[in-house]
DNA sequence: TCCAATACTTTTGTATACAAAATACAGTAT
DNA sequence: ATACTGTATTTTGTATACAAAAGTATTGGA
C-alpha cells in the first residue's frame, strides 16, 4: 500500500469534478497560476493535468492564450453519440462471438435483475445501472483500442447530459433484448440491436436540434 | 539550434518520427533528461510533447518510472482496424446521406483515377491515394468526435504497417464500389461496403495472427 | 470626445534548481 | 558464490525564476 502523493492526479481529479459539476463555466479561461495558487500547487503539475483533461475533450487549448473549458454544444454530444453506436455495436458482436457468451450474458443481466417485473424504478439507480452495462460491454470486449475510445465518447455524452434521455421502461427491454443476442452468441444480432437502441437516442437528440 | 517558437510541437514532431521510424527502439525508455538535452530543450516543453504522444498511445507512461516506447504486436493492430471498420463505415453512412454526396463522390473518386485502365500500378504511389481517400472520409463526415478518433485508429495501423496489406488491383474496385454508393446517396449500401472493405483486411491480419 | 501609440501588468512559455523516489552498486554476512 | 543491506547515483516530480508574448491602462493628440 504504497501512496504517490501525485499531484498531477489529484489535480486533474479536482478540475475534473469542478467541470462536471459546473462550477467553472464553459468558455471560461483557466488562468495557470491561480489555479495553481488555490490548489496549492505549482504550475508544473497543474500543466499535466490540464493536459490530460484536454485529451479528454473537456478543455482545449489555444497557444500563447491558454486554457478554456470546452462548451459541448447538441451537435457533440450527437456527434459522440453516433460514434458509440458503432463503437458498442462492434463490442456487442464480439462478446456474442465470445466462447464464454453464456458467462458474460449472465454478467450483464446481473445489473438489470433488481428492475425486471418492478413497477416503481429509481431513476437515479438504473441510470447507474446503464452505466455499467455500457462500460462492461467494452471492458469485456477484449479490443484495448475500442476500451480507450468508447471511455471517450460514452464520456463525453455522460458528462454533459444529466438524467437519462429515455425512461427505464422503454430502454429495459432493449438491454434485455441485447443480453439474450450475446446469450444465443448471435453476434450480428446483437451489433444491429445496440444500434438500434442507440439510433432510437439519436433521433432524439436530433429532434432536440431542430426544434 | 531550434528557434524559438513553439518548442513543445517542434519536439513532438522530431520524438513522433523518430519513433515511426524505428530509431528508437520498442520498449525503450525515455530518458527526459538526456533527449531534452539531445534536442536543446528543457524538460518541461519535452514533457508537454511527451504527453501528446501518450494521448495517441504510441508511448506509455508509467508513474514516477518514466515513458516508453510502446510495443504495438498484430493483435493491437486488429483491434484498431476494428474500430476504424465501424467507424469509416459510419462515416460512409454520412456522406451518402449528406446533400452534397455527389460532388463528394467526386472528390473521392479523384484520388484514384489515375489508377483505373492501368495495369501498372506504382505501389508507393497508391498507398498515398489510399490513405488521402480514407482521411478524407472522416474529414468530410462532419463529425467531430469521429474525426479525432479514425484519425487515432487510422494512425496506430498505418504507423506499424508498412506498405500494403492488400494489393491495388484487389482493393481499388473496393474503393470505386463504396464512392458509387456514395453518389447513389445509398447509406446502407455504403456503410456495408466499407466495413466489408475492412474485414476482409482483418480476416488477413488474423490469419496472421494464427501462423 | 475619440483614437492611437506607448507604458504597464498579467499570463504564458521556458529554463533552472531542488526534493523525493527509483535504480545501481558495493560491501558484508551466510 | 549468493543473497541481503545500506549507500551512492540516476531519474522523476515539484517549485521557483526569468523571458517573451498578450492583454490592459494611460496619456497625448486631433
Not at 500547487?41 to 499535466?48: A, E, G
Not at 450483464?108 to 437515479?124: H, Q
Not at 471492458?139 to 434521455?165: C, H, I, P, R, W
Request: proline share 2%; hydrophobic share 40%.
Amino acid at each position: 500500500m504504497i501512496k504517490h502523493s501525485d499531484l498531477s492526479k489529484l489535480a486533474y481529479h479536482e478540475l475534473k469534478k469542478r467541470i462536471l459539476k459546473g462550477n467553472l463555466a464553459k468558455g471560461q479561461k483557466l488562468v495557470q497560476e491561480k489555479i495553481a495558487a488555490e490548489l496549492g500547487i505549482s504550475r508544473m503539475p497543474l500543466h499535466k493535468a490540464l493536459q490530460m483533461l484536454e485529451s479528454e475533450f473537456l478543455i482545449e487549448s489555444i497557444p500563447r492564450k491558454g486554457y478554456f473549458v470546452k462548451e459541448h454544444n447538441l451537435k457533440d454530444k450527437i456527434d459522440a453519440f453516433e460514434c458509440r453506436e458503432v463503437l458498442e455495436g462492434l463490442a456487442a458482436r464480439k462478446l456474442a462471438k465470445n466462447v464464454d457468451h453464456e458467462k458474460i450474458a449472465d454478467k450483464l443481466a446481473s445489473f438489470f435483475k433488481p428492475y425486471l417485473n418492478n413497477s416503481d424504478i429509481n431513476n437515479e439507480s438504473y441510470r447507474k445501472a446503464d452505466q455499467d452495462f455500457h462500460n462492461t460491454i467494452c471492458e469485456l470486449s477484449n479490443n484495448t483500442v475500442l476500451q480507450k475510445m468508447d471511455a471517450l465518447a460514452n464520456y463525453l455524452q455522460m458528462t454533459f447530459t444529466y438524467g437519462l434521455l429515455r425512461t427505464p421502461e422503454e430502454t429495459l427491454p432493449e438491454h434485455m433484448e441485447i443480453i439474450e443476442a450475446i446469450r444465443e452468441g448471435n453476434g450480428e444480432k446483437a451489433e444491429l440491436l445496440m444500434r438500434k437502441h442507440a439510433t432510437i437516442t439519436i433521433d432524439k437528440l436530433e429532434k432536440e436540434l431542430k426544434a
